[in-house]
């Protein structure tokens, strides 16, 4: 196995450290297996029930009336997720669109949006009209209201209870902390959120931005009354098959207004080709859990191994998974290079490359980022990146098996090693 290491450039101290850790994680990695274990079954149960069978796989082109296949994953999705319905399409092109779908249908002029968790992820903020934006959701006279966590990142249930009011139609809540530095939350501590709104006022709806979250637990929010669970194909539930897409399950009613939105008032889920796409669709379900399962091993290793040699991680190495995220603060722009060449070198696809930070649209400082995938852009697979800025923290996820996670982290420790800027103990 050494041997086999040293091919790919980890050398014998790397390597062996990595084996002293992984020693410790044991126990860990079997919980999360047993997780994986479970939400394999959920899946194989719900494809059962719904009779997947070969005439599912076949391509639909043009308006895609009458597409079996299309319609019957929509039908196994809502039955993992345990909702009413699903809108699972290759034509919502990534997480933002799903999201943007799932807001701008069910609210209208008038009606107020609330985030009682602090600000949403970066890409909405163009969508709710938070940074002035074309076509946003405030040009359509939807107003916006936020209620900030406590500094511990707990709900600050007085503040959410006084943001509700006559207006507001749908509270949105993001599961995984994104590329902010408050904790993520667990599917119980979103159960708990929902209640509460729904205490307050009984027929506000709540949507859950899913994204990173799917298969992390046993349960989806959507089993603890989120109307709308919603999220990205080329994160989690694709599996790292799907090649595009985005799903929505929640209510009948909820998505059923997702699907005009998407689509066309009168049309709905009626139309919309399956471009072929199904097969990777099923089988990326399908495969789901246990590449969760190997991104969080890789995520819980990464954070052993940094939090070890006394890098501030987040989450630590001892906290429960709530996503697939892994924070890890270098405290240098070097470091950050270093750790993202790592993971470059390690990757499948354009290993050879090297990369760079460089300027980016809608950033303020540089951003270096080590991706070598499959599909573009997929945070499924093996990831890591950061803007060069205080606290030079890099954000890395993914994994399509464990066993390329963990030469990912073993050779962003072999780069810092290399550099000198890590000395093994
Ligand atoms: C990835 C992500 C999104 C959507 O991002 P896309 O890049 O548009 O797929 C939204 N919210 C969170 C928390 C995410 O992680």
Sequence with gaps: MEQMYALLGVSKAVYEYGETILQELRPRFAAIDQTAEYNQ?????????????ATHFAATTGYGYDDEGRDNLERVYAGVFHTEAALVRPQITCGTHALT????ANLLPGDELLSPVGAPYDTLEEVIGIRESKCSLKEYGVTYAQADLNPDGTFNYDAIRAAIGDRTKLITIQRSKGYATRP??????????IAFCKSVKPDVKVMVDNCYGEFVERLEPSDLGADMVVGSLIKNPGGGLAPIGGYICGTRECVERCAYRLSAPGLGQEVGANLGLMPAFYQGLFLAPTVVAGALKGAVFAANIYENLGFSCVPNASETRH???QAVTLGTR???????????????VDSYVTPEPWAMPGYDSDVIMAAGAFVQGSSIELSA????RPPYAVYFQGGLTWYHAKLGIL????????TGIVRLP
């Excluded at 050779?411 to 290399?418: C, G, I, P």
């Design 323 to 325: 996503d697939i995220i």
């Design 385 to 388: 990146d950061g803007p060069i």
């Design 334 to 348: 070097e470091a950050m290079v270093a750790f993202c060449q790592g993971i470059q070198a390690a990757a499948p």
């Design 41 to 53: 079954g959920k899946v194989l149960l719900s494809m059962q029930k719904h009779r997947v069978n």
């Design 184 to 193: 993520s939350f667990s599917v119980a501590q979103i159960g708990e959120l």
């Design 101 to 104: 779908v799932a807001l701008s």
């Design 411 to 418: 050779m962003s420790l072999q780069k810092l090693v290399e």
